[in-house]
């Protein structure tokens, strides 16, 4: 009776760790989901730093001083539309209302038009 509760112990044992080692392989990491979003969107997180000259002095404009950076976004140009297209900078902003807008620029800071889709 010993050898048939320590077995059965034993398979339960088994197939605890084997469930808990599929359980993590299935969750991609944070950086693995970032990079399948980038693949299907077109769209790249990046940090504020990392924008253009052009786009950080459109951001210090004075129509955008009571704006916050909340997130910024390097959207991949779409190579059908144009040969030597360049990228686009999304950026979402919030103000002390926690209100949220969005602006597109262009890598020179020029703000782009958006089209409702």
């Known amino acids: 009776m010993k050898k048939i509760t320590l077995v059965a112990f034993a398979f339960a044992a ?8 599929a359980q993590s392989n299935i969750a ?3 950086q693995q989901a970032e990079q ?3 693949q299907t969107t077109g769209k790249e997180k990046i940090k504020e730093e990392e924008l253009p000259e052009g786009v950080k002095q459109a ?6 001083k009571e704006w916050q950076v909340s997130e910024v ?3 991949a140009p779409e190579a059908a539309a144009e040969t030597e297209a360049t990228p686009v900078y999304e950026v979402y902003f ?3 209302a926690q209100q949220k807008t969005v602006a ?3 890598e020179a800071g020029q703000a782009i038009a958006q089209t409702e889709k």
């Open 14 to 21: 088994c197939g605890a760790l084997s469930s808990a080692q």
């Open 73 to 75: 976004y390097k959207l």
């Open 28 to 30: 991609p990491s944070t």
């Open 59 to 64: 951001l210090k404009s004075d129509v955008l």
């Open 36 to 38: 399948v979003q980038t």
């Open 94 to 96: 919030t103000n002390a």
């Open 104 to 106: 597109q620029f262009d």
